[in-house]
């Protein structure tokens, strides 16, 4: 069961940072649109 639940955890930290580092993209190349 810990084991099953492990995986479960990390499968959802690696969905989040995947996610959190789109955002980050897209506020970059917004960022950079409005400094030209």
């Known amino acids: 069961?810990?084991?099953i639940l492990l995986i479960?955890?990390?499968l959802l930290l690696v969905d989040?940072?995947?996610q959190l580092?789109?955002?980050n993209e897209r506020?970059?190349?917004e960022d950079a649109?409005?400094?030209d």
Do not use: E, F, P, S
């Open 21 to 23: 580092k789109k955002l």
């Open 16 to 18: 989040i940072y995947g």
């Open 27 to 29: 506020q970059g190349k």
């Open 1 to 3: 069961m810990t084991n």
């Open 8 to 10: 479960i955890v990390i």
């Open 33 to 35: 649109g409005n400094n």
